[in-house]
């Protein structure tokens, strides 16, 4: 089965910086990665997502990017905001046919101002 | 606005209760999920239901059972509760439309914290 592995755990920045978050991935059939930010207290809400046939997806100050030869995928944030601060985690699935996703173990991200 | 709903959102039981809780949606979604969080182990599924007549398990259903009542209702049952199902549950839901075109998108539920003592 599909396993993710996410990197960092933490990851600490100041306002205005970038953060990057990696992912690898080990099921070559996946082709739908999305990304989720679990602020604290809330619910996981999808930001962003990429699909296998796109290298790179921007909306705003985030951005995806995927690798499919070496199976990975990261997250970057630009011009980080102290409301950036949260949980994201990504994760990786097939969208034909059955929806089921694998998570990653999550990044904690704090931006100081 | 259409939402995904649990009950209770925090319960606090002892070892060998039975226990479930309730997730309802509407948003009119064919499927939906049981995912368990616990610090450092991000989500974790348990069940999965595209349909009122289709039930999965996921990577970790032991102990765990699930009823899917009607389209809309989704419900997690802990038969004999033991502290290491203490964790954060949260309930989710897709469309069925998925293929790439829109409707991939897993939609939460604000969660029930739940204790075994």
């Known amino acids: 089965g599909e396993n993710v592995e996410q990197h960092p755990s933490t990851l600490s920045v100041q306002e205005g910086d970038s953060a990057v978050i990696k992912c690898t991935y080990s099921?070559?059939?996946?082709?739908?990665f999305p990304w989720y930010k679990q602020e604290l207290g809330k619910r996981p809400q999808l930001i962003i997502d990429?699909?296998?046939?796109?290298g790179e997806k921007k909306d705003q100050r985030i951005a995806v990017t995927l690798n499919k030869t070496a199976k990975h995928f990261s997250l970057h944030i630009t011009e980080t905001q102290p409301e950036d601060s949260a949980v994201y985690f990504c994760?990786?699935?097939?969208?034909?046919?059955?929806?089921?996703?694998?998570f990653g173990t999550g990044t904690r991200l704090l931006v100081s101002p | 606005d259409a939402d995904v709903t649990q009950t209770p959102r925090n319960r606090i039981t002892k070892t060998g209760k039975r226990i479930m809780l309730e997730c309802s949606q509407t948003?009119?979604?064919?499927?939906m999920y049981w995912y368990r969080q616990d610090p450092g182990l991000g989500l974790r599924l348990i069940y999965y239901?595209?349909?009122?007549?289709?039930?999965n398990k996921g990577e970790i259903s032991d102990g765990y059972s699930v009823s899917r009542q009607a389209q809309a209702k989704f419900s997690l049952s802990l038969e004999s509760a033991i502290p290491n199902q203490t964790a954060l549950y949260f309930c989710?839901?897709?469309?069925?439309?998925?293929?790439?075109?829109?409707?991939?998108?897993?939609?939460f539920g604000p969660g029930t914290r739940l204790t075994v003592l």
């Open positions: 994760a990786a699935g097939r969208n034909t046919g059955f929806q089921k996703l694998v």
């Open positions: 239901s595209f349909d009122v007549k289709d039930i």
């Open positions: 989710a839901t897709s469309d069925a439309a998925g293929g790439g075109q829109g409707g991939d998108e897993q939609f």
């Open positions: 099921d070559s059939a996946s082709n739908y």
């Open positions: 990429i699909r296998s046939n796109v």
């Open positions: 948003k009119g979604h064919d499927r």
